[in-house]
């Protein structure tokens, strides 16, 4: 089936009004990570409205979960294209976008301006024990789902040491993990039965003159702030922060987390733009705010412009940071729905591909354990000993330097988590009450 796969929508364009009251009511509520986020996304457009059916639905979300990027944005954006087609998937996609990145702009405006005063300090060193929490959280949650076989627990074992005995690049571990996927999964898919196929949704598949213009039109569109900065300013911050977050957007497999570390081994201990404990409060502030979690490359793109600004004023330098990192990370999500969207359901049915996926999920545990680590390493010490000889770069903690203090507020916020199954945002919240109180009581 060929022709122009808007005319599918064209009895739907009257429905954008509905549409945007919609997304700016979900992009206000999307607190709580992805798994939240997709749920509230079924409510408002499956249960709700019944704007799109449960099977469209799981297809979309079945599509979403392969591709790169925040998968609860390209999911919504996925959902805006089945309702109103482009129109309707740019609209959902950018409220869903907006108010979080709204937030994180104002609070990283006040994070450079007031985090040195004692009750800010206060405030994140509880956040800082909290996060520890929920990434630990995170990890679980997905080993228990990514490795089942051998082969995947082997692969998330190598994924760590390459990260944290020898600081390889992240997409070298990513690739890497793609082929010993597809590698080790070629018994399994001999021996395994095969899976009922779904139903896909019915879409007109575009010519390939009209699949090319678009793809065109979305490449030269994410890639024009930066060009306009190598026009105008060749050698400023912004083209580093626009080809950093470039590259992490077509490798981001596994959400937030799993990227934090390679954000940490570029942003931090490469180019200088925060330190390890502005990371951990920027993802605080993440956790904290409406929208998908991998906002907090926001913040990280907010203190690289504000410390390097020039010929700028230092707010500007952030303001402009900061929005060059949100454009080249989300742009991507965007064309890959707008072109690919008619597409997609075929890409389910390739085994190598979704072997390769699954040695991807499970190298993902491995960079959320190095995550972990890196984390209680730089919360729970204040001192820690580099290590770089030969092929080994690393870092290991002092024992004698840790803090009992963050030490008690990282298990409080376990217990929080794991026994009393409080929500992220709550312990995120009463972690930075704790640390204010604890501090106000001279405990730190």
């Known amino acids: 089936m060929t022709g122009n796969p808007e005319m599918q929508h064209a009895g739907k364009t009257q429905a954008l009004g509905p549409l945007a009251r919609r997304a700016l009511r979900i992009g206000l509520l999307s607190f709580g990570g992805p798994a939240a986020q997709i749920a509230l996304l079924h409510r408002e457009y499956v249960a709700d409205s019944k ?130 996927g597809t590698l080790f999964g070629r018994g399994r898919r001999r021996s395994a039965p095969a899976a009922p196929q779904e139903t896909p949704p019915a879409a007109a598949v575009p010519g390939w003159r009209q699949t090319a213009a678009r793809l065109a039109i979305g490449l030269g569109l994410w890639g024009a702030p930066a060009g306009l900065v190598l026009l105008l300013l060749p050698e400023h911050i912004l083209l580093d922060i626009a080809g950093f977050f470039s590259l992490m957007a077509v490798v981001s497999f596994g959400g937030a987390y799993a990227l934090l570390s390679y954000m940490a081994q570029v942003a931090v201990e490469t180019h200088g733009w925060l330190s390890a404990g502005q990371m951990l409060d920027g993802l605080g502030l993440a956790e904290t705010t409406p929208g998908p979690l991998i906002l907090v490359t926001q913040f990280v793109g907010f203190l690289g412009g504000y410390g390097q600004p020039a010929p700028f004023p230092p707010a500007i330098g952030g303001v402009l940071g900061a929005m060059m990192t949100t454009w080249v990370t989300f742009a991507p999500s965007f064309l890959a729905i707008l072109v690919g969207a008619p597409y ?44 770089d000889s030969g092929w080994l770069d690393t870092s290991l903690p002092v024992p004698a330097s840790l803090d009992p203090l963050a030490a008690i507020l990282a298990l409080l916020a376990g217990c929080l988590l794991f026994l009393l199954k409080r929500g992220v945002a709550e312990v995120v919240i009463l972690a930075a009450l704790a640390g204010i109180a604890a501090r106000a009581a001279g405990l730190g």
């Open 51 to 180: 704007a799109v059916s449960e099977e469209r639905f799981l297809n979309a979300l079945n599509v979403c979960m392969i591709l790169p990027g925040p998968e609860a944005q390209q999911l919504a954006t996925y959902c805006g294209w089945i309702v109103a087609g482009t129109r309707g998937a740019i609209i959902s996609g950018l409220l869903f976008i907006l108010p979080g990145a709204l937030a994180m702009l104002a609070l990283s405006a006040l994070y450079v301006t007031h985090g040195e005063t004692p009750v800010v300090e206060s405030l994140f060193f509880g956040i800082k024990a909290g996060v520890l929490a929920i990434v630990l959280q995170a990890l679980l949650r997905l080993a228990g789902r990514a490795l089942i076989t051998a082969s995947a627990w082997g692969i998330a074992l190598c994924a760590f040491l390459a990260l944290y005995l020898f600081a390889l690049p992240f997409p070298l571990v990513i690739a890497a993990a793609a082929l010993a």
């Open 344 to 387: 997609m359901e075929r890409l389910r049915s390739i085994a190598w591909l979704s072997d390769a996926l699954s040695g991807i999920t499970a190298a993902v545990v491995g960079t959320i354990l190095n995550l972990s680590l890196w984390f209680a390493i730089n919360v729970l010490f204040t001192q820690t000993i580099p290590i």
